[in-house]
């Protein structure tokens, strides 16, 4: 989500990205999308008023949770490339070092825009 920015995700294009074991990657929690997803469900079904029993909407929340339990894991991030690996965090100083040293040399692209003033 906007946390993937805040730490400088793939689409600022950084150098190395590297996962912990326990880092889960999603726009948003599981939890957070399937209720998101079941008041719109529940909101189209009030409008033609039709009931939706708690069990009917705990059976469409479930898949979800499914998936965002599944796809936002570091081991299927990582098995599609979209970081660098997963690093065992007693490891973390020794491979931000390194990752530090393999950029330190490396050439500084022009930019095509101009300073930007906050």
């Given at each position: 989500?906007?946390?993937n920015y805040g730490m400088c995700g793939r689409?600022?294009?950084p150098r190395f990205l590297w996962m912990w074991p326990n880092a889960r990657i999603s726009v948003m929690g599981?939890?957070?999308a399937?209720?998101?997803l079941a008041t719109v469900k529940r909101a189209q079904m009030d409008a033609k008023n039709i009931p939706w029993a708690k069990e009917e909407e705990d059976k469409f929340r479930a898949p979800i949770l499914d998936q965002y339990e599944t796809q936002g894991h570091p081991y299927y991030a990582s098995a599609r490339l979209w970081d660098d690996g997963i690093i065992d965090p007693a490891d973390t100083r020794k491979v931000v070092a390194l990752s530090l040293a393999a950029?330190?040399?490396?050439?500084i692209s022009e930019t095509s825009y101009g300073i930007f003033r906050m």
């Open positions: 989500g906007a946390g689409a600022f294009g599981g939890e957070q399937a209720t998101v950029t330190a040399g490396a050439p």
